[in-house]
Nanobody
Framework: VQLQACGGGLVQAGGSLRLSCAAS????????MGWFRQAPGKERDFVAI??????????YYADSVKARFTISRDNAKNTVYLQMNNLNPEDTAVYYC?????????????????WGQGTQVTVSS
């Protein structure tokens, strides 16, 4: 499985960005897909997850992004999205998409099998 993330950039506080992550593989709908982020000097943290389609495509968010970020997936395009609204400087980080092929829901980066290359999001105050 290969993941290709894009959509990062520089935005002012209060602005919006939409990240996209295109995946290879014929069973994309069966993957848990997640977005994680890593700021300089910090660990890679969970941002949002969307479950595999047979589990209903349920979504999960870190408290810090609830009501501002929305994760979604388009299985026909093998793509997962992260719509980020009302961004603030604390959202500045490299954002990574990740795929978990087996097992159950996990918020831990170590449990994800494949990773995209990361895309930088910088929010200026």
């Amino acid at each position: 499985v290969q993941l290709q993330a894009c959509g990062g950039g520089l935005v002012q506080a209060g602005g919006s960005l939409r990240l996209s992550c295109a995946a290879s593989g014929r069973t994309f709908s069966s993957y848990f897909m997640g977005w994680f982020r890593q700021a300089p000097g910090k660990e890679r943290d969970f941002v949002a997850i969307i479950s595999r389609s047979r589990s209903g495509g349920s979504t999960y968010y870190a408290d810090s992004v609830k009501a501002r970020f929305t994760i979604s997936r388009d299985n026909a395009k093998n793509t997962v999205y992260l719509q980020m609204n009302n961004l603030n400087p604390e959202d500045t980080a490299v954002y990574y998409c990740a795929a978990r092929l087996g097992g159950n829901l996990s918020y831990l980066a170590k449990n994800y099998d494949y990773w995209g290359q990361g895309t930088q999001v910088t929010v200026s105050s």
